[in-house]
């Protein structure tokens, strides 16, 4: 009988499993803390607007049916959001189906890609899948993106250039001078993709539209947003993109499933998006929450990445996943980092105040007793 390797291509075997994280109930089923503080997957601790809450229970008494296989209604509104046509929208299973549909669409065995490091696996493992080649760009010893490497990366053929702004997970960011100098050095025939998950926790001055730096690019290209973090519908998975121009998301569209997003979701969607006021107490919720967590950290003398997401990407000065299962027992969820050169980084992603109270004084007791 032939091994199951030699059934699947061999781009397959070299994948790593994802780590999502432990869910609630496998914490409850190792540990029974009396409460559990989850932060290892940057979910939005309010949850979403109350409109979206109302909107999905509507949809629910239609499931019998097919979804709008195209998403009108969605990609109406989010056109009108973004001021581009809606012929340049397509609508994902989370932000994560379109990165998997790019890859689908674009990359062939062979093809370059190169990213910053450490990365959303995702970025890679696509690729990887593809059977293309990926170049990372890491992250300078301060965590900071390091501008001059980026560039340097860009001189040669590559197919795509694909990165986070901010990083996930280290949380730096291109300015918009860093990210005009970045696009100036791309190459016409490579499709820049700009994932901005994280892009409302970030705005501000020195943060960029991608959207906006990128509309008289001479190269194709993509920015991805998701209603899975400051919109809170993590769980119904709901990511978009914004593309170059109609025939590029056209061709692409053409590799994408149909009824790829449920009914319930693009309902929920669409009221998210229209409820500004329950975003904007969202994002000054979590910044106030992020800059306290990011002294109390520095304050236990670790060393903290500078972010603009709802996370914070920290030094944990021992193996991050031997960190992390203490505070598994603490009934506190972590991400520790799997990837070489930063196992001892760990990702926590602000939660609600009581969440965060309970993170630090695990860690505080952990580190004071060199556990």
């Known amino acids: 009988m032939s091994q199951p390797s030699d059934t699947v291509r061999p781009e397959v075997t070299r994948?790593?499993?994802?780590?999502?994280?432990?869910?609630?109930?496998?914490?409850v089923a190792r540990y029974a803390p009396a409460r559990i503080a989850k932060l290892g997957s940057n979910e939005n601790p309010t949850g979403p607007s109350p409109r979206a809450t109302a909107a999905a229970a509507a949809a629910i008494t239609t499931m019998r049916l097919?979804?709008?296989?195209?998403?009108?209604?969605?990609?109406?509104?989010?056109?009108?959001?973004?001021?581009?046509?809606?012929?340049?929208?397509?609508?994902?299973?989370?932000?994560?189906?379109?990165?998997?549909?790019?890859?689908?669409?674009?990359?062939?065995?062979?093809?370059?890609?190169?990213?910053?490091?450490?990365s959303f696996p995702l970025h890679e493992d696509y690729a990887t899948m593809m059977g293309a080649t990926v170049d990372r760009v890491a992250v300078?010893?301060?965590?900071?993106?390091?501008?001059?490497?980026?560039?340097?990366?860009?001189?040669?053929?590559?197919?795509?250039?694909?990165?986070?702004?901010?990083?996930?997970?280290?949380?730096?960011?291109?300015?918009?001078?860093?990210?005009?100098?970045?696009?100036?050095?791309?190459?016409?025939?490579?499709?820049?993709?700009?994932?901005?998950?994280y892009a409302e926790y970030a705005a501000g001055p020195d943060h960029p539209s991608a959207a906006a730096a990128l509309k008289d690019?001479?190269?194709?290209?993509?920015?991805?947003?998701?209603?899975?973090?400051?919109?809170?519908?993590?769980g119904l998975r709901v990511g978009w993109g914004i593309f170059a121009d109609a025939d590029l998301c056209d061709l692409i569209d053409r590799v994408r499933t149909p009824f790829n997003v449920n009914a319930v979701a693009q309902a929920a969607a669409v009221a998210?998006?229209?409820?500004?006021?329950?975003?904007?107490?969202?994002?000054?919720?979590?910044?106030?929450?992020?800059?306290?967590?990011?002294?109390?950290?520095?304050?236990?003398?670790?060393?903290?990445?500078?972010?603009?997401?709802?996370?914070?990407?920290?030094?944990?000065?021992?193996?991050?996943?031997?960190?992390?299962?203490?505070?598994?027992?603490?009934?506190?969820?972590?991400?520790?980092?799997k990837q070489p050169g930063y196992r001892t980084f760990a990702r926590v992603?602000?939660?609600?105040?009581?969440?965060?109270?309970?993170?630090?004084e695990a860690m505080a007791e952990l580190l004071g007793a060199g556990g």
């Not at 790593?16 to 496998?26: D, H, K, W």
């Not at 010893?141 to 053929?157: F, G, K, S, Y």
Request: hydrophobic share 50%; net charge negative.
């Open 349 to 360: 992603s602000i939660g609600a105040p009581q969440e965060n109270d309970q993170f630090l």
């Open 15 to 27: 994948l790593v499993p994802y780590n999502a994280g432990l869910t609630i109930a496998e914490v």
């Open 272 to 337: 998210a998006l229209a409820d500004d006021a329950h975003l904007a107490a969202v994002v000054e919720a979590t910044l106030a929450e992020r800059a306290r967590m990011r002294v109390a950290l520095e304050g236990l003398g670790l060393t903290v990445a500078p972010s603009k997401g709802n996370f914070l990407f920290f030094d944990c000065r021992r193996d991050s996943a031997g960190l992390a299962e203490a505070l598994l027992a603490r009934g506190v969820i972590v991400k520790a980092w």
């Open 140 to 197: 300078r010893p301060d965590l900071t993106i390091d501008v001059e490497a980026l560039v340097a990366a860009l001189a040669e053929p590559c197919r795509i250039l694909i990165f986070a702004n901010p990083m996930n997970p280290v949380g730096s960011w291109l300015t918009d001078v860093e990210l005009e100098r970045v696009l100036a050095a791309v190459r016409p025939e490579t499709l820049v993709v700009v994932d901005e998950a």
């Open 217 to 234: 690019a001479r190269h194709p290209w993509v920015v991805l947003r998701t209603f899975s973090k400051a919109y809170g519908l993590a």
């Open 66 to 118: 097919y979804p709008d296989p195209i998403n009108r209604d969605l990609r109406r509104a989010l056109a009108e959001r973004a001021g581009v046509a809606a012929d340049r929208i397509m609508i994902g299973n989370g932000s994560e189906d379109l990165l998997a549909i790019l890859a689908r669409a674009t990359l062939r065995p062979g093809d370059r890609v190169v990213t910053l490091y450490p």
